[in-house]
């Protein structure tokens, strides 16, 4: 698992190892660490020039000495600040690095700087580290700016110009096509307002551990073995978890086909449908394993495709609307989504908050609605702009486990001393309609076999990911598509 640590928490760890350490060795550490990365990109790159951008503290400190450990390539040093590491600059200079320094303040680069840029292939961001405030300013953006499109940009520590704390969203800033991170990582390498910034993230181990909890978690592959539930030669479909899902309408018919479906391939011990005629005639098409009808049942997933008031359809005898209060009041485990969360936020709003497992899974135009409703006037805007904080009121309104969806899904417990999940597993591709109801099917067998909401959100969001990618790789992905490949990647995951 990778776990991101608050930045006081991270200078404090780094101190206490600072202290037991010859002076400088700290920074010793980082900065080969850090070369030996830049100097396997330069040779896969065939880099005949690197450029490294030094700004002040330490973090321009380890680009520095980085600089000096490259070798067989032109190392140009681009300082950008008032005043550069002194030992740092010193060792680049004695390593015959060319060193070209600009005033912070100014609007313009030398010419000098702007080609020795043009010409990089590989380009260092060492300009602001773990202390910095967001944004770039002066001639740290001017010099970002003129990095050239082709080059290989590596960011030391976190993209410059991103907020740390993984809060506020990037604006003017590095977007790196990797970071290199020293010791642990932070809460900008995992969170959705500044990740897209981080691009590949490698972590180099410097010796700095940490004592106290992490603020945020992401699953990784080698986790999954630890957490999917896998029958014994004692179990049947009932131990193993059965099902219900309250999803699709004679509008919205496939909702109930894809999460259904989705259920199944996850490997349900039994999945029962409820839903009127039209839609149960064709998850049985797709399904015969579903079983129709209510019944017995471990935990069940509700709204995807239903509309939060009774059905307008006269031949609609089991108003879905109807099916999702009478299971909110339930004890049952539930997946909330799409129409259900409208209907749950009413009950929210009147007193009515659930004790049972409860994973909410809206995307960002329904968390803001929820907000709207329960809290105060937002959009969507807000709401992508500040996703972790949106989600935690949300959570924290409800009662329940949040599952906000996004290219970074973020799953976040009701209380606040729980370390918030973080997953990046999909590709732009899965951004198509039905996918949520995809994910909602996963998340469903999970608390159906005993998972807690946490886990079984931040899994099924890992699965569905890697399935998206395994279903069309580097290419378009249909949500049923993503569903039938969800078998094959759990059986990956689990022969690691």
């Given at each position: 698992m990778l776990q991101g640590y608050a930045v006081p928490d991270v200078r404090a760890a780094e101190d206490r190892v600072r202290a037991g350490l010859p002076d400088g060795e700290l920074m010793q550490r980082a900065a080969r660490g850090l070369a030996e990365v830049v100097a396997v990109r330069a040779e896969q790159e065939d880099a005949r020039r690197v450029v490294v951008l030094a700004g002040p503290g330490d973090n321009g400190g380890d680009a520095l000495w980085a600089?000096?450990?490259?070798?067989?390539?032109?190392?140009?040093?681009?300082?950008?600040?008032?005043?550069?590491?002194?030992?740092?600059?010193?060792?680049?200079?004695?390593?015959?690095?060319?060193?070209?320094?600009?005033?912070?303040?100014?609007?313009?680069?030398?010419?000098?700087?702007?080609?020795?840029?043009?010409?990089?292939?590989?380009?260092?961001?060492?300009?602001?580290?773990?202390?910095?405030?967001?944004?770039l300013r002066g001639a740290m953006a001017v010099a970002v700016d003129a990095v050239p499109d082709a080059a290989y940009l590596v960011a030391v520590d976190l993209p410059s110009g991103a907020d740390p704390a993984g809060q506020e969203p990037v604006g003017t800033a590095v977007f790196a096509d990797e970071t290199v991170t020293f010791g642990p990582a932070k809460p900008v390498h995992l969170l959705p307002a500044t990740e897209a910034a981080v691009g590949r993230l490698t972590v180099v181990d410097i010796g700095v551990e940490m004592d106290v909890p992490p603020a945020v978690e992401r699953l990784d592959h080698a986790d999954v073995a630890g957490l999917w539930p896998v029958p014994g030669p004692r179990d049947h479909k009932y131990t193993r978890g059965v099902l219900g899902v309250v999803a699709g309408s004679d509008d919205y018919p496939g909702a109930a086909v894809l999460a259904t479906t989705a259920a199944v391939c996850a490997g349900a011990g039994m999945v029962r449908y409820v839903g009127p005629q039209r839609p149960t005639d064709l998850v049985l098409r797709s399904c015969p394993e579903v079983v129709p009808g209510p019944g017995r049942m471990q935990a069940a997933v509700v709204g995807p495709g239903v509309e939060p008031?009774?059905?307008?359809?006269?031949?609609?005898?089991?108003?879905?609307?109807?099916?999702?209060?009478?299971?909110?009041?339930?004890?049952?485990?539930?997946?909330?989504?799409?129409?259900?969360?409208?209907?749950?936020?009413?009950?929210?709003?009147?007193?009515?908050?659930?004790?049972?497992?409860?994973?909410?899974?809206?995307?960002?135009?329904?968390?803001?609605?929820?907000?709207?409703?329960?809290?105060?006037?937002?959009?969507?805007?807000?709401?992508?702009?500040?996703?972790?904080?949106?989600?935690?009121?949300?959570?924290?309104?409800?009662?329940?486990?949040?599952?906000?969806?996004?290219?970074?899904?973020?799953?976040?417990?009701?209380?606040?001393?729980?370390?918030?999940?973080?997953?990046?597993?999909?590709?732009?591709?899965?951004?198509?309609?039905?996918?949520?109801?995809?994910?909602?099917?996963?998340?469903?067998?999970?608390?159906?076999?005993?998972?807690?909401?946490?886990?079984?959100?931040?899994?099924?969001?890992?699965?569905h990911g890697l399935a998206a990618d395994r279903a069309n790789p580097g290419g378009p992905v249909r949500a049923l598509a993503v569903a039938a490949a969800v078998p094959g990647v759990v059986a990956h995951l689990l022969r690691r």
């Open positions: 600089a000096s450990f490259l070798e067989g390539v032109e190392v140009v040093v681009v300082g950008i600040a008032a005043r550069l590491h002194e030992a740092g600059l010193a060792a680049a200079r004695a390593a015959g690095c060319t060193v070209l320094e600009v005033d912070p303040a100014a609007d313009s680069l030398p010419p000098a700087v702007i080609d020795a840029l043009a010409g990089a292939e590989v380009v260092v961001d060492g300009l602001l580290g773990i202390g910095g405030r967001p944004g008031v009774a059905c307008p359809h006269p031949d609609c005898a089991d108003h879905q609307a109807d099916v999702v209060r009478e299971l909110l009041d339930s004890d049952l485990p539930l997946v909330v989504d799409a129409g259900a969360l409208e209907i749950l936020a009413g009950r929210v709003k009147a007193g009515a908050r659930r004790s049972a497992p409860t994973l909410l899974t809206p995307h960002a135009g329904e968390l803001a609605r929820l907000l709207t409703f329960l809290d105060r006037g937002t959009s969507r805007e807000v709401v992508e702009a500040a996703p972790l904080r949106s989600a935690r009121r949300v959570a924290e309104l409800t009662g329940c486990t949040v599952l906000l969806k996004g290219s970074t899904t973020l799953v976040v417990d009701p209380d606040p001393g729980v370390p918030a999940r973080s997953q990046a597993d999909a590709p732009p591709w899965l951004a198509t309609a039905g996918a949520g109801d995809v994910l909602a099917g996963i998340a469903g067998t999970l608390l159906a076999a005993g998972l807690a909401p946490r886990d079984a959100g931040s899994l099924a969001a890992l699965v």
